[in-house]
């Protein structure tokens, strides 16, 4: 098998990642907050910068996989403040069964987070952080659209022994005359799925990192205040 390099140099990699995304990177961050952290814990504010610098490069799906970790490892650190303890040491929780989850329902028994919390964490757990850890392509998908998706197709016949001058021809003349006339799935074509979520992460990258963002810096002044 024939090894194919990513990049030629180390400044080929910095040129063809970073300096081409110089633009992009300008204008998305300038919708970002500018404004440090209130107090937090250090595992916190290590998530969150890597989180901030990655939507600002537009890693799109490690985005929003890093908003949903974030949120998880702010609800176990209120715990922690609260009980002394990591939510795996608290036996109503269990160490087998210190879920997302079943982390919220604890901190909402105990009334450590209101019933606003409660539906925002439930929202991001469901939407976000069960969908995009457990790499589930399908359903994220079809949940933002409320059912599955289709798309408009051109069909091409292609002879059984065409050669690759002929093949050239018939896509030539595809493209020339393009004939978007049949409907399919990504249940029929898998990487339709794909494609499809990538669009919508690149949609929801940035909107999702500034709620979870404002909700983190609301939440932090509200239960770690450090006077």
Same mark, same amino acid.
């Given at each position: !098998? ?38 937090? *814990? ?12 990655? @939507? ?14 974030? @949120? ?11 009980? #002394? ?9 269990? *160490? ?20 606003? *919390? ?20 399908? %359903? ?11 798309? !408009? ?21 595809? #493209? ?11 249940? *029929? ?7 499809? #979520? ?15 963002? %404002? ?13």
């Amino acid at each position: !098998m024939v090894k194919i390099q990513i990049y030629k140099t180390p400044e080929d990699a910095f040129e063809k990642f970073i300096q081409n995304s110089k633009n992009e990177f300008i204008d998305r961050i300038k919708q970002f907050p500018n404004e440090e952290l209130p107090p937090v *814990e250090a595992g916190i504010r290590k998530l969150y910068y890597e989180t901030y610098y990655l @939507c600002a490069l537009s890693f799109h799906n490690a985005t929003i996989i890093l908003c949903g970790v974030l @949120c998880e490892a702010l609800l176990k650190d209120l715990i922690y403040s609260k009980e #002394k303890k990591e939510a795996h040491e608290i036996q109503e929780i269990g *160490e087998t069964n210190a879920t997302f989850g079943n982390v919220i329902t604890f901190c909402s028994k105990k009334g450590y987070i209101d019933s606003e *919390e409660t539906v925002w964490f439930r929202k991001i757990k469901n939407e976000i952080r069960n969908l995009y850890q457990h790499i589930n392509v399908k %359903k994220v998908v079809t949940k933002t659209f409320g059912g599955q998706p289709f798309y !408009m197709a051109q069909k091409i016949q292609i002879p059984k022994n065409a050669s690759g001058e002929e093949l050239l021809k018939i896509l030539k003349d595809a #493209k020339d005359n393009p004939q978007f006339d049949t409907l399919i799935s990504g249940e *029929e074509i898998r990487p339709l799925y794909d494609l499809e #979520k990538g669009r919508i992460d690149e949609q929801r990258s940035l909107p999702l990192f500034l709620e979870v963002d %404002k909700f983190l810096r609301d939440f932090t002044k509200k239960h770690f205040h450090r006077g």
